[in-house]
Nanobody, 123 residues
Framework: QVQLVESGGGLVQAGDSLRLSCAGS????????MGWFRQAPGKEREFVAA????????FYANSVKGRFTISRDNLKNTTYLQMNSLEPGDTAVYYC????????????????WGQGTQVTVSS
């Protein structure tokens, strides 16, 4: 089992950058496929990015491709989401999630979730 805690959210202007961190606990952190999801008020939770357990493969939603980068440091039990060129449409609560399955964008496939960190992008 792994526990996840997100950090790094905040209020920024359009065009700014943020780096979100997801700190995991548990010695088997490196076994997990990690994902980032986001949810805006009144919207369904949507996939943002995912990374394989080894970090060899990454996946992105079309809406963030080219702007966001997911990475992980298994020695630090941490995964990151670097967000550049932020847009108002990126405003949401961002969640880190983990799964033992090889998966990408299906939220239901992720068994473990953090509490989320708020990202607000002003015009």
């Amino acid at each position: 089992q792994v526990q996840l805690v997100e950090s790094g959210g905040g209020l920024v202007q359009a065009g700014d950058s943020l780096r979100l961190s997801c700190a995991g606990s548990g010695r088997t952190f490196s076994w997990y496929f990690m994902g980032w999801f986001r949810q805006a008020p009144g919207k369904e939770r949507e996939f943002v990015a995912a990374i394989s357990s080894s970090g060899a493969s990454t996946f992105y939603a079309n809406s963030v491709k080219g702007r966001f980068t997911i990475s992980r440091d298994n020695l630090k039990n941490t995964t990151y989401l670097q967000m550049n060129s932020l847009e108002p449409g990126d405003t949401a609560v961002y969640y880190c999630a983990a799964t033992r399955r090889a998966t990408t964008g299906a939220a239901n496939d992720y068994a473990y979730w953090g509490q989320g960190t708020q990202v607000t992008v002003s015009s």
